[in-house]
T-cell receptor
Framework: EAQVTQNPRYLITVTGKKLTVTCSQN?????MSWYRQDPGLGLRQIYY???????DKGDVPEGYKVSRKEKRNFPLILESPSPNQTSLYFC??????????????FGEGSRLTVL | AQKITQTQPGMFVQEKEAVTLDCTYD???????LFWYKQPSSGEMIFLIY??????QNATEGRYSLNFQKARKSANLVISASQLGDSAMYFC????????????FGTGTRLTVIP
């Protein structure tokens, strides 16, 4: 089954304790991205990657890191989480959009609470 | 400036009636793509429909249609014959031809279908 898998789905942590949210896709997609969803703000892009070893900042990258060492994996790293990073996080992937709709396939989301 | 504007935080519709969810967008590029996603209470993001800026016809997918008015920069989602399962958050999104498949999302509209 084609899917994007995120882990953990739910996490409560404390300020300053480094954490990683993993994301893996089995569709051989080149493009992957992370979004955060906050009430009243919709989804905002954190980082994206167009291919292995190619990453770039989205609209809200502060406090986050990413890496893309393999095509299927795109982990999101919070080196020193703060309460304002409490949010619902989505990983997404897609094939190149030229010639197709290129819709994003989303993971199920990871709800993170930073105390 | 907001690229995507959804002015209806919440909408109600009677079961079996049609409903229109508004979306306006802002871009100076002639080539772009418009998407609608559904987010039920379980949290996952479900792709509904896509409209390319050069598409001559309005997109349709089952009970979903996109009322694309290019001159007005609007891309309203029309859901016909509403069902209880249509109760969800709906997000409009736009992709600009930057080479990356980055989507800009609106703040969403919460639709409630009344029995």
């Amino acid at each position: 089954e084609a899917q994007v898998t995120q882990n953990p789905r739910y996490l409560i942590t404390v300020t300053g304790k480094k954490l990683t949210v993993t994301c893996s896709q089995n569709m051989n997609h080149e493009y992957m991205s992370w979004y955060r969803q906050d009430p009243g703000l919709g989804l905002r892009q954190i980082y994206y990657s167009m291919n292995v070893e190619v990453t770039d900042k989205g609209d809200v990258p502060e406090g986050y890191k990413v890496s893309r060492k393999e095509k299927r994996n795109f982990p999101l790293i919070l080196e020193s989480p703060s309460p304002n990073q409490t949010s619902l996080y989505f990983c997404a992937s897609s094939s190149p959009w030229q010639g197709t709709t290129g819709e994003l396939f989303f993971g199920e989301g990871s709800r993170l609470t930073v105390l | 400036a907001q690229k995507i504007t959804q002015t209806q935080p919440g909408m109600f519709v009677q079961e079996k009636e049609a409903v229109t969810l508004d979306c306006t967008y802002d871009t100076s590029d002639p080539s772009y793509g418009l998407f609608w996603y559904k987010q039920p209470s379980s949290g996952e993001m479900i792709f509904l429909i896509y409209q390319g800026s050069y598409d001559q016809q309005n997109a349709t997918e089952g009970r979903y249609s996109l009322n694309f008015q290019k001159a007005r920069k609007s891309a309203n989602l029309v859901i016909s014959a509403s069902q209880l399962g249509d109760s969800a958050m709906y997000f409009c999104a736009m992709r600009e031809p930057t080479g990356a498949n980055n989507l800009f999302f609106g703040t969403g509209t919460r639709l409630t279908v009344i029995p």
